[in-house]
């Protein structure tokens, strides 16, 4: 069974960058599409980025775009989220999913995904 563990936050003052990683175990990260999700305290989990199983197709939140940088690298089973200019609203517990349900195109619904890891938090304050 899919196994998903995010790593790579930290505390970071605005304008700094992170790079978290997703690493699998228990099967290939092959044929998965994958979604980035944060939550901060009392919001809902919200979505960040995706990336599909073949990397011809990823989405960014329009609070990340064109900051955050999805991808993957099956070689190693593990996927990236690059986040540069990092802003104090970004600060969360960021998670990552594999889609399990309608993956054939893109889709942020919660629901549809699965595996998720324990979280990495990411702090962005001065």
């Known amino acids: 069974q899919l196994q998903l563990v995010a790593s790579g936050g930290g505390s970071v003052q605005p304008g700094g960058s992170l790079r978290l990683s997703c690493t699998a175990s228990?099967?290939?990260?092959?044929?998965?599409?994958i979604g980035w999700y944060r939550q901060a305290p009392g919001k809902e989990r919200e979505f960040v980025a995706y990336?599909?199983?073949?990397?011809?197709?990823?989405r960014y939140s329009d609070s990340v775009k064109g900051r955050f940088t999805i991808s993957r690298d099956n070689s190693k089973n593990t996927l990236y989220l690059q986040m540069d200019s990092l802003r104090p609203e970004d600060t969360a517990l960021y998670f990552c999913?594999?889609?399990?349900?309608?993956?054939?195109?893109?889709?942020?619904?919660?629901?549809?995904?699965?595996?998720w890891g324990q979280g990495t938090q990411v702090t962005v304050s001065t």
């Open positions: 999913a594999a889609c399990i349900r309608d993956c054939m195109e893109f889709t942020a619904n919660l629901s549809h995904y699965g595996y």
């Open positions: 990336i599909d199983a073949l990397q011809r197709d990823t």
């Open positions: 228990g099967t290939s990260l092959d044929g998965y599409s």
